[in-house]
């Protein structure tokens, strides 16, 4: 696979990032904050939201994976770590951001903060050198391709093989 289209397939699963761990981790504390508030830990919604919690921590990990390209991970750390900066900071709290925050469904149930967190880990990830090379084109090692097991048939009488040199 080229660069290119490693990168693409990366970019693009970047995108889809995004709203995943967005959705389900909304959705997962969303379920599991209602069955603690009812003290009900034994509830249905409990599984589920642990569940959801768990995908969007399946969702996380293969974008950090190293298989993939850094854009996966770079994108929606750059996205999340913005958007959570501008969120959470006294200085550009206005009017428009409360408005944003009331309709952002993990703000609700976690805190703008999350997002600073989510973003900072993502960015990591995606900084380190060796994910943004390509694999290097495996390359015949320079070992015999094997011997024959030492006292078997193939390897003579000796067990150094049928060289007449050696049995001497």
Do not use: C, N
Not at 57 to 71: D, I, N, R, Y
Not at 94 to 119: C, E, F, K, N, W
């Amino acid at each position: 696979m080229t660069a290119t289209i490693r990168h693409l397939i990366g970019a693009g699963a970047g995108v889809l990032t995004i709203p995943a761990i967005v959705l389900l981790l909304s959705k997962g504390m969303e379920f599991t904050r209602v069955a603690f508030i009812k003290f009900d830990f034994g509830a249905p919604e409990v599984v589920v939201g642990t569940v959801l919690i768990a995908l969007a921590g399946v969702v996380l990990g293969a974008a950090l994976s190293p298989w993939l390209s850094p854009l996966a991970s770079l994108i929606p750390g750059v996205l999340f770590l913005v958007y959570g900066l501008v969120v959470s900071s006294p200085l550009v709290y206005t009017d428009m951001a409360a408005a944003v925050l009331r309709s952002d469904p993990l703000s609700m149930s976690m805190g703008q903060h999350i997002y600073v967190l989510l973003g900072a880990v993502l960015v990591t990830a995606s900084v380190w050198p060796s994910r943004w090379r390509t694999a290097a084109p495996a390359r015949p090692s320079a070992a015999p391709y094997g011997r024959a097991p030492y006292g078997s048939a193939a390897a003579g009488p000796t067990g150094h093989g049928t060289d007449p040199h050696q049995m001497r």
